[in-house]
């Protein structure tokens, strides 16, 4: 099995999901995007999984950021790019665990990926 989470270190998402692993004894790399880098092949494969809408983290600061014109002119082609130049617009975290690819985190959602009873 292999299993690698993307995002950004300093997310309290990303915080959450790594302490459920570690709790849960599962074994991943984690790939942070600001450290250990991303680029357009990357970001297509992602896409081409997932689809940018869902990629497109709404809910935070950078992409509140955005102009009205540059949120109404959001396509594929645009989403990418702003993805590529400012990574914490990804929904965190993205996982991939044998090669199905996941966005977000929830304690019941992993559960379910990794089909792992509960700790104690």
Not at 40 to 47: N, P, R
Not at 55 to 63: A, D, S, Y
Not at 86 to 111: C, E, T, W
Request: net charge neutral; glycine share 4%.
């Amino acid at each position: 099995m292999s299993t690698i989470a993307y995002g950004i270190k300093n997310c309290d998402t990303i915080k959450k999901m790594k302490k459920w692993l570690e709790a849960e004894s599962i074994d991943y790399t984690f790939h942070d995007y600001r450290v250990d880098g991303l680029d357009q092949a990357m970001l297509e494969k992602f896409e081409s999984q997932l689809g940018w809408e869902a990629m497109v983290n709404k809910r935070g600061t950078t992409f509140r950021q955005l102009t009205d014109e540059q949120k109404a002119n959001l396509n594929q082609e645009t989403a990418i790019s702003l993805m590529l130049e400012s990574p914490a617009m990804i929904k965190r975290p993205l996982l991939v665990h044998n090669d199905s690819y996941h966005l977000g985190f929830k304690p019941a959602q992993y559960l379910e990926i990794f089909q792992q009873p509960l700790s104690k």
